[in-house]
């Protein structure tokens, strides 16, 4: 009898405590994932009088993910891109809302003017093979919230990717991403 109380006993202090580890994992809040989810070149413009230089326009898409139960307000989301180690420039947007367990998609255009004329040579080398390589930093800053109210924790998330570009088909061909605190 004294085995079957200590076995009951047990048992519920094991049900006990995974139920707590399960709540705390639902209730926990979590960083949102980012990706970067679309990129492609619109246009470029080649201005050949001296000095030579090059116009690009860009549109890319990030996708912000909550993989917790609180919803999101993204109040900064900036993407800035590199071309070879020269930047290019960056996007920024703000006033987003992400619900729980929820995504959405953050879209911009970068239009840069003036790429030097030593790499407009390379840019267009890349182009004519079909694959632009570009280095990307994404930042999201943002304020968690429970039903209509807002928790006073905020975030930051910063995800370095450097991605590879088919020209021909928009679409990306590889990225290799890392998240940075």
Known sequence: MGKDIRRVCWLKWTVGIVVCVGCMWV??????????????VKRVKVHPIPPVSADVWISLSVKVRNRGMYWMELTD??????????????????????????????????????LPSSEVLHLLEDLAKGKLYFHTVVEVYGQLGLLLFPIPHFFKTI???????????????????????
Not at 27 to 40: Q, S, Y
Not at 160 to 170: D, G, P, S
């Open 27 to 40: 209730v926990w809040p979590w960083e949102p994932e980012l990706e970067m989810e679309r990129m492609n």
């Open 77 to 114: 989301v900036d993407v800035g891109v590199k071309y070879r180690g020269k930047k290019m420039g960056h996007v920024e947007s703000e006033g987003w809302h992400v619900r729980g367990w929820g995504w959405t998609n953050v879209d911009g255009d970068l239009e840069f003017s003036g």
């Open 159 to 181: 995800l370095a990717c450097e991605i590879l570009v088919n020209t021909k088909n928009h679409s990306i061909i590889l990225q290799h991403c890392l998240h940075k605190d």
